[in-house]
């Protein structure tokens, strides 16, 4: 017995099997019990009940003849039985319950001399004619319906409280799924340091032991892929520096022009995955100060002035004290400013700032070609382009937006794209007073 409960207990499978089983054998009891009591109910009146036939001959000689009405109305309610008695020149009842035919009944079977048991509308009655009379007593009629509504109503508050029963322990079992559904979407979103929490030992605590060990896995694999990038990344700029060095010794020519571009375009790639990979860090260090927001966000944007399609700065009347990480809140707007100019198509650019509470929120906007809506979710993934045809000179390496997304993320804010084919795109980002790693 121990080894079947033991079996059950580490196996969900088994316990579900059981309460589903319980729960079958319950409403097959409940209803069984309840078809029982209604049969009995509606049989109860078909039989005359022994102390009856034997004790006839007392009640009637307690009526007696001629009979006394007083006393057979007593005896009537005493009983809870119909009495009738007639004669040629009487007709009585004690309750004026006349459900039964007493003119058309059958014998069934003789009591005493005068006394015999008949039938009527199949419901059995004793007859007793004695000195003129005939007495007729039977049982009063019932109403079976109402005990019938009564048991069946009883019988279905049972077999709601069993399901009621049924559900919580079927939701109780069940929760882990929704602790694993939690979980398994947090690590989706990114969150791989997330474990389940487990203390079953079941199927759904083996499940919730390989969805914890496939979040150290992936956070293993993860760490190890960044440890690589940046190993490779630091390596690879002492050979860059090396051929940066012999460039300088090369005469002018456009071929030197081209590998110079071509050098700067492969440090800047190297820069921008080693800044991204920092910032992709959880226990990113910024190196915030006090900067006064719209003094510090204009400054930036007048670099931008001499742009042909023409930059309008919108501006809060008021200024507000943030702690920022200059240099990277600079690089974010750069690279929004620079591809909003890139994909402009030399029309004006907007840049509006504007407080909400305590954040503030940049939005920078274009009158470009647009990005298509297949493309909105997937624009700030590392090295993603929406045009694949587009070469890197016109498109970049796909990191800006990805760069910019991480440093709004790194001051607690976010970063979301607006953009419609043919009209342009903003790009919104939001930004906290404070970062969260500085509260």
């Known amino acids: ?66 009979p006394n009405l007083s006393n057979a109305m007593r005896l009537a309610a005493e009983l809870d039985w119909s009495i009738n008695i007639r004669n040629p020149i009487m007709r009585w ?32 009655m004793i007859v007793v004619r004695r000195d ?30 069993v399901l009621f029963i049924n559900y919580f322990m079927v939701n109780r079992l069940l929760d882990p799924v929704r602790m694993l559904r939690r979980g398994a979407e947090r690590i989706r979103r990114g969150d791989l340091s997330y474990r389940v929490q487990n203390d079953r030992q079941d199927e759904l605590g083996a499940l919730t032991d390989s969805i914890n060990h496939m979040a150290d896995s992936l956070q293993s694999m993860l760490e190890a892929k960044r440890q690589l990038l940046l190993a490779i990344s630091h390596e690879l700029r002492t050979p860059l520096t090396k051929a940066k060095l012999r460039l300088e010794f090369m005469p002018e020519s456009i071929e030197k022009n081209e590998l110079r571009e071509d050098i700067d375009e492969i440090d800047q790639l190297i820069a921008d995955l080693i800044e991204a990979e920092r910032l992709n860090d959880e226990h990113t260090v910024l190196a915030v100060e006090k900067v006064n927001l719209v003094e510090y966000i204009e400054s930036v944007v007048d670099q931008y ?70 493309h909105i979710d997937q624009v700030c993934e590392p090295f993603y382009r929406a045009d694949s045809s587009r070469q890197r000179n016109t498109g970049g390496f796909g990191l800006g937006l990805y760069l910019c997304r991480l440093i709004a993320q790194a001051h607690g804010g976010s970063l979301e794209i607006e953009s419609e084919l043919g009209k342009g795109t903003c790009v919104s980002v939001r930004i906290q007073s404070r970062p969260p790693s500085n509260d």
């Open 1 to 66: 017995m121990a080894g079947i409960l033991q079996t059950i207990r580490y196996s969900l499978f088994l316990r579900l099997l059981a309460i589903f089983s319980v729960t079958v054998l319950m409403f097959f009891i409940i209803i069984s019990v309840s078809l029982r009591t209604i049969t009995q109910d509606t049989s109860a009146i078909d039989t005359i009940p022994d102390f009856f036939a034997r004790n006839v001959e007392s009640i009637i000689e307690d009526i007696g003849t001629p």
């Open 93 to 124: 009842s004690s309750d004026g319950d006349n459900r039964l035919n007493l003119d058309d009944s059958t014998f069934v079977r003789t009591l005493t001399d005068d006394a015999e048991i008949r039938s009527s509308d199949s419901e059995d």
């Open 132 to 161: 003129g009379y005939d007495f007729y007593l039977y049982q009063r009629s019932v109403d079976p319906s109402s005990a019938n509504f009564a048991v069946l109503y009883i019988g279905l508050a049972l077999a709601g409280v």
């Open 305 to 374: 002035f001499s742009y042909e399609g023409g930059v309008e700065l919108i501006l809060p009347e008021e200024d507000r004290e943030f702690l920022l990480d200059k240099l990277r809140v600079r690089l974010m707007l750069t690279n929004l400013l620079n591809n909003a100019i890139r994909h402009g198509k030399d029309k004006p650019l907007r840049v509006e700032v504007s407080f909400e509470g305590d954040a503030a929120r940049i939005d920078v906007r274009d009158q470009g070609e647009g990005i298509g809506p297949e």
